[in-house]
């Protein structure tokens, strides 16, 4: 079974430019989250998808950022126009059921520089 | 909230010696906690959970952790390191109804040969 896959491994863009992520879940695993980790800080959680619906988006940092899941398959994670504290590994997860206990799989994440 | 607390930025140890990596977490409710591995130019790797039932839960690669309530702990083992243990550990917590992860700043363990 393939496991989460991200696209592309690493982006490297000027600011201002725009970028979009991509994001193939486990084949069945109707749970999508996006997280992003900041140079040496925690990981954060930014999105939830159950399907093709956000089920919470309160990790979203501002409006720059536009994540859809059309079809409830793969996810884009679109970040326009990009600023420099954008930077960061974006990792994407996904998970069959959605009551806390069950485990999320990741990918193996795209790193974003934006200069 | 929830939230996770990994005390040491990197853990050095020699190969062949016990390993800990340590997790305090807090939360309003009973967590679900979990461990994760990052090795160099890779994803993260599920390593363990703790949902309920016995407080020691084994995972891959020969690693452990405990479970200990009264001091909302959490901490990662593995009797005997390897220097391919060698990689980035985070420890994160989920409670019941609550779908995201909130994780640790991670822990960089070092195997030295």
């Known amino acids: 079974e393939a496991g989460v896959t991200q696209f592309p491994s690493h982006s490297v863009i000027e600011k201002g430019q725009t970028v979009t992520l991509r994001c193939d879940p486990i084949s069945g695993h109707d749970n999508l989250y996006w997280y992003r980790r900041v140079m040496g800080k925690e990981i954060k959680f930014l999105l939830h998808?159950?399907?093709?619906?956000?089920?919470?988006e309160s990790g979203m940092p501002n409006n720059r950022f536009l994540a859809e899941r059309t079809g409830g398959t793969y996810s884009t994670l679109k970040v326009q126009p990009a600023e420099l504290e954008d930077s960061g590994v974006y990792f994407c997860?996904?998970?069959?059921?959605?009551?806390?206990?069950?485990?999320?799989?990741f990918g193996p994440g795209t790193r974003l520089l934006v200069l | 909230a929830q939230s996770v607390a990994q005390p040491e930025d990197q853990v050095n140890v020699a190969e062949g010696n016990p390993l800990t990596v340590k997790c305090t977490y807090s939360v309003s409710g009973n967590p679900y906690l979990f461990w994760y591995v990052q090795y160099p130019n890779r994803g993260l790797q599920f390593l363990l959970k703790y949902i309920t039932g016995d407080n020691l839960v084994k995972g891959s690669y020969g690693f452990e952790a405990e479970f200990n309530k009264s001091q909302t702990s959490f901490h990662l083992k593995k009797p005997s390191a390897l220097v391919s243990d060698s990689a980035l550990y985070f420890c994160?917590?989920?409670?019941?109804?609550?779908?995201?992860?909130?994780f640790g700043k991670g822990n960089q363990v070092v195997v030295i040969p």
């Open positions: 994160a917590v989920r409670i019941y109804g609550n779908n995201r992860l909130a």
């Open positions: 997860a996904s998970s069959q059921e959605r009551q806390g206990r069950e485990t999320q799989y």
């Open positions: 998808f159950v399907k093709e619906s956000k089920q919470d």
